[in-house]
């Protein structure tokens, strides 16, 4: 339990910080390039992190933004101007660090975290952005250290 908690604020933290790096000229030249930015929003419910604006309210198409070392940073998409599809978070040297998928700018379907050498730290499902199933959590070996089980109650048909 300990693990998890540390391994999630971990993840929270070096992303929060990865995504305040952009300055100024960097905004600027991403908007002349139609370009979205990463903004985060620290006032949003529960403070989520890898909040994206697209370039306008009713944009539909793919989206992407590089560290200033060309790597990619993330890769994703927007319909109507809302996450929707598989995103991909990329560490500095270009190794994937999480995918997930998204519908309507909500976290839905499977979500993946890696460690930095690319071994799995903990997979899982969302429903619209609410925790579900059975969560995997591992440690730097790829050795399975904790299960969750999220599974949403059904509902009793009356």
Known sequence: MKLTIILSLVFNFVFLLNSCTSNQKDLAENKSNNDSTIVVDLNKEENKIGVFT?????????????????????????RFGKKSGKWMYFFPDGKLWSEAYFHLDKMNGESNVYYPSGKLMYNGFYKMDVADSVWMFYDTTGKMVEKRDYSQKKMKKK
């Open 54 to 78: 697209p370039p306008d309210s009713n944009y539909t198409g793919d989206y992407f933004e590089k560290y200033e070392s060309g790597v990619i940073k993330v890769r994703g998409g927007f």
